[in-house]
């Protein structure tokens, strides 16, 4: 077995790492950037070493500081988590020449399956099909519109060389053809630096299913279950479930034969996640992703086994402990990912910040894999995962009620979270009769009353602006939530109570005080703006959508900024003509910049 283990990672996957090397008896090594010093996966570890740095670039992906820190605390192991190293060949070949076991798969089974043309190639060697389309790159509208023609409408015209739906562009009928091809090939372009694109059935209300598999050196290759993952909103998984709702057995079958069949085509070795379309009970292979997926806790739930643990005894050498007729499943599993955002009218904002109070929930059936404390700060500079709540029962409809049941009692202060956009799906008959799909949350679900679960460290989404219309800015004002009794009876009740009065008023909640100042005028502020368009945090601007002289509404998306991973449309806080634009695409902003003047 592996001696050491080094974890190129942070954050919940870094302390899952160290719950299983504690278990297995081998010692595990941190290492944490400037912002990380004090955090969970560092206070677990073994040992820790510092990587300097804020940003990514300058830590956990700085090839040279992890080498360096692998030679000085002599591990033979590195696992890289999801993210950052995970899929970057460079460095498992960079480690593995030293000696060092990448705890993932092989270099070349990453390479195969890192574009759609060759992991659609090697798939279709292996006998299992995609979506129907064509294999040949498009070089004219013309080929996609004989191809709608003779296969039906909608189709899809996507990006050989994207991902993550970027370069992908639907096709309603023939006259949309030119514009969505032209459109998808200078987004590849931009995005992915190469233009190439083919088309193919476009599937109006598929799931998102996928199959974990694992493979060992000595050639062993099984699955262990599906996942459905269709609850995701701009590819951000909501929540992730095993099985699939209405999913027939022998399907199930049949989509982890395939899937291992793919696996073994591509040479696969250890965890990893075939991606399938399901669609009218049919399934077709989407992509392979190699590495352990945020979700893995869900098939753990339902198999018994540590997935983990198992990464650790393959990338040792040894066969995998289970052969196929060993895996059983049992009841229903549940996954919530909490994120640092607030889903508040749908936006899923990113609300960094520090966590003043965190309660996770217990009882029967409850795990929660997090990789924050009561105390610790969420940066922007990282992925905004906070923790994730996995239940498992012994059905679907008592898996989703003991999942309420967890959220309800989680209590997180100091930060919004998705929270309240898990509830909104997990109540929601759609939901609840397994009849969502991928474009469900975005297309269906209607967030537009959602508040954020806790007072939020800025208040924003409480019913800031109300009685405003004096032309003056209304002040700020912060939740809190009180318990009252009345007549020996216990109520909980949220008050707003102005920002300048929230220190005096606030003794009940005191936990709950916010840290940060509200941000004056940003995409969240009142609904009479001042006109002066601000970022309320820190990135880069991706798009601007709006030019000098343009006409603009309230909410109308001036920019998009890229902050924390995510997009996040920048919005006219008023109605009027747009006098000025202060950025272009490719720029870093501050919070509170302004990028755009409305008069
Ligand atoms: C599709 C599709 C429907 N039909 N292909 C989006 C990202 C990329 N990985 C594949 N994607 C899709 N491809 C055809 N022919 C719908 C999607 C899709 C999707 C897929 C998986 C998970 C979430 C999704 C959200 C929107 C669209």
Redesign the pocket.
């Known amino acids: 077995m592996l001696s050491k283990i080094l974890i190129a990672n942070r954050g919940e996957i870094a302390v899952r790492v160290i719950r299983a090397c504690r278990e297995l008896g081998i010692p595990s090594v941190a290492v944490y950037s400037d912002l990380d010093r004090d955090s969970l996966h560092v206070r677990l570890a073994d040992e820790a070493y510092a990587l300097g740095g804020h940003a990514a670039g300058e830590s956990y992906l700085d090839t040279a500081k992890i080498l360096d820190v692998i030679e000085r605390c002599g591990a033979d192991g590195v696992h890289p988590g999801y993210g950052f190293f995970s899929e970057n060949t460079d460095f498992a070949r960079a480690i593995t020449v030293r000696g060092v076991a990448f705890i993932g798969p092989p270099p070349e089974a990453i390479e195969i399956m890192g574009d759609k043309v060759s992991s659609r190639i090697a798939a279709q060697g292996a006998g299992v099909a995609g ?1 129907p ?1 064509t294999t040949e790159f498009l070089t004219s509208a013309d080929q996609v519109v004989a191809f709608g023609e003779s296969h039906g409408w909608p189709v ?1 015209i ?1 990006a050989a060389y994207g ?3 970027r370069g ?1 562009r639907v096709v309603r009928e023939a006259v949309e053809a030119a514009a969505a091809l032209e459109s998808a090939e200078s987004e590849a372009l931009k995005g992915f630096g190469r233009s190439e694109c083919y088309v ?4 109006t209300w ?1 799931r ?1 299913v996928e199959m974990q598999v694992f493979a060992d050196t000595h050639g062993n290759a099984v699955w262990l279950g599906e996942r459905d ?1 269709s609850a ?1 909103r701009r ?1 951000q998984k909501l929540i992730e479930e095993s099985p699939a709702p209405l999913f027939p057995d022998d399907t199930r079958r049949a989509m982890g034969e395939a899937a291992v069949l793919v696996t073994k085509a591509c040479g696969y070795v250890n965890a990893g996640t075939v991606e399938f ?1 399901y669609q009218d009970g049919e399934f077709y292979f ?2 392979m992703n190699t590495r352990l997926q945020v979700e893995h806790p869900v098939t753990e739930a339902i198999t018994g086994l540590d997935l983990v643990a198992e990464q650790i005894r393959v990338a040792s050498g040894e066969p995998l402990s289970f052969a196929q007729n060993d895996i059983s499943r049992r009841g229903h599993a549940i996954e919530v990912r909490i994120n640092a955002e607030d889903p508040a009218g749908g936006r899923f904002l990113p609300s960094p910040g520090r966590i003043e109070e965190l309660r996770v929930p217990q009882g029967p059936g409850v795990r929660w894999d997090g990789g924050y404390e009561s105390g610790d700060e969420v940066s922007q500079y990282y992925d905004n995962l906070v923790g994730k709540l996995v239940v498992w029962a012994g059905d679907r409809d008592a898996a989703i009620a003991r999942m309420i049941r967890a959220l309800d009692e989680l209590r997180i202060v100091g930060i919004a979270t998705t929270v309240p956009a898990d509830l909104a799906i997990l109540r929601h008959p759609d939901f609840v009769a397994g009849e969502h799909s ?2 469900w949350v975005e297309e269906r679900l209607d967030l537009s009353a959602t508040a954020p679960a806790t007072a939020g460290a800025d208040g924003a989404a409480g019913p800031t602006g109300a009685g405003s219309g004096t032309g003056a800015e209304p002040e700020a004002k912060i939740r809190r939530d009180v318990d009252v009794e009345v007549d020996g009876r216990k109520f909980s009740v949220s008050v707003w109570v102005p920002e300048s009065q929230a220190a005096i008023a606030g003794d009940a909640a005191a936990g709950r005080v916010a840290t940060r100042r509200r941000r004056s005028g940003g995409a969240a502020a009142s609904a009479v703006g001042s006109g002066d368009v601000t970022v309320p945090m820190q990135g880069t601007i991706v798009r601007v959508l709006v030019a000098a002289g343009d006409v603009v509404d309230v909410g109308q998306t001036v920019c998009v900024l890229e902050a924390m991973k995510m997009e996040n449309n920048i919005t006219a806080d008023m109605a009027g003509t747009v006098k000025d634009v202060k950025v272009e695409a490719g720029q870093s902003v501050g919070s509170g910049d302004v990028v755009a003047t409305i008069e």
């Open positions: 979506v389309g899809a996507k991902g993550g739906g992908m193919e059935r476009y599937l598929p998102h993952c995701q590819h379309l989407l992509e991928t474009k």
